[in-house]
């Protein structure tokens, strides 16, 4: 009898948990497993396969959704958009929208939401964290110990001191300035690039990346990525930084040209890069493996386990604004639109304003 009342039960449940409404989930979100944790007694979390054609021959069950959540990893292409006719919203648990076709989205009158501003302590935090580790060389310094602790004499390269530098802040949004802000504890002189001269702020405007390099010690990209920012530092820029300079970035892998970044660490032609994000993800650049004078992170930034709690709820209050034509929490919208003879094309700002 208590068989046949468990078996009914679990029956009841399924029946209860196809009626809630679905939502697809794409790429493998870091908070998916908390996600599901908090919210699966309200939402019905359909996990396919991540791989693009695994999508194809499910078609007809997924007419119907209408929200999905997306990571980073995933790029929500105009196609993938076209298998879900019903669609009206895409959470992405990123900050920033270069993986989402925005024009597609656009065309079709789906909502889009992000983390907004939702990472910028935790980015900032690991932005100087990464600068702090590359230029005192402390992943350096602890393979070292751990490879040498039995020898005579501890003979390591030295690093440089973090006070007083001139740090250079490429994209002054709001982890821009929770950067800024934390490194003028150490005294840093900040100077910064941004979209447009922020007239609150007193620190020095450059126009040119490449100026800006050329006045820095470091540079430390926070901007998001799009047409106007893809290899914002190039070969010039890194010229400009030289020899003793240092990049940090916890923005997007393609802001940095990453084969020029590759030669000119190998012929030390800069001083060292910390990296927390790559141009083809998850791959890295062999070369990089091996050099002290390089930290590598695995796109890790925003996320703390304060952040997932966070981030669950921002994502679960979003798709419940949604469904009840309630407006959303962290709603992206491009700053400009204008018409084709194809159609409309929305051109967004150069990212939420985490990062401009």
């Not at 958009?81 to 989402?100: F, K």
């Not at 800024?180 to 922020?198: P, Q, V």
């Not at 709820?313 to 469904?323: C, D, P, R």
Request: glycine share 6%; proline share 4%.
């Amino acid at each position: 009898m208590a068989e046949e009342e468990k078996v009914e039960g679990l029956q009841q449940l399924k029946h209860e948990n196809q009626d809630l409404p679905q939502v697809l989930v794409l790429g493998s979100p870091t908070c998916l497993q908390t996600l599901k944790q908090l919210y699966s007694h309200k939402f019905r979390f359909l996990i396919p396969n991540t791989s693009l054609d695994s999508l194809y021959p499910l078609t007809a069950p997924l007419s119907s959704i209408s929200a999905v959540i997306c990571s980073a990893s995933f790029s929500l292409t105009a196609p993938v958009l076209r298998l879900l006719p019903s669609l009206r919203l895409v959470v992405t648990t990123s900050a920033g929208t270069d993986h989402i076709d925005l024009n597609e989205c656009g065309c079709r009158g789906i909502q889009v939401a992000g983390a907004g501003k939702l990472f910028s302590e935790e980015v900032a935090d690991m932005a100087v964290g990464l600068l702090i580790d590359v230029m005192r060389r402390v992943s350096a310094a602890d393979r070292f110990v751990r490879t040498s602790c039995e020898a005579a004499t501890w003979d390591f390269p030295l690093g440089y001191k973090i006070s007083g530098k001139r740090i250079g802040i490429v994209g002054l949004g709001s982890i821009g300035m929770e950067v800024a802000k934390r490194l003028e504890c150490f005294g840093c002189t900040i100077l910064y690039h941004s979209k447009h001269k922020k007239s609150a702020v007193s620190y020095p405007f450059y126009n040119s990346v490449i100026d800006l390099a050329a006045t820095s010690n470091a540079l430390v990209l926070c901007c998001a990525l799009n047409e106007e920012t893809r290899h914002i530092v190039n070969r010039e820029v890194m010229l400009a930084l030289g020899k003793e300079g240092f990049i940090v970035n916890v923005g997007r892998g393609s802001l940095i040209d990453e084969k020029q970044l590759v030669k000119f660490l190998m012929d030390g032609e800069i001083g060292g890069a910390a990296l927390d994000v790559f141009e083809d993800e998850p791959n890295v650049p062999k070369e990089l493996l091996s050099m002290d004078n390089v930290v590598l992170t695995p796109h890790c930034a925003a996320f703390t386990s304060e952040c997932i709690i966070k981030l669950c709820e921002l994502v679960a209050g979003n798709i419940e604004a949604s469904l009840s034509d309630k407006p959303l929490i962290t709603q992206f919208r491009p700053s400009r639109v204008f018409y084709s003879s194809a159609r409309l094309v929305l051109v967004p700002s150069c990212s939420p304003s985490s990062f401009w």
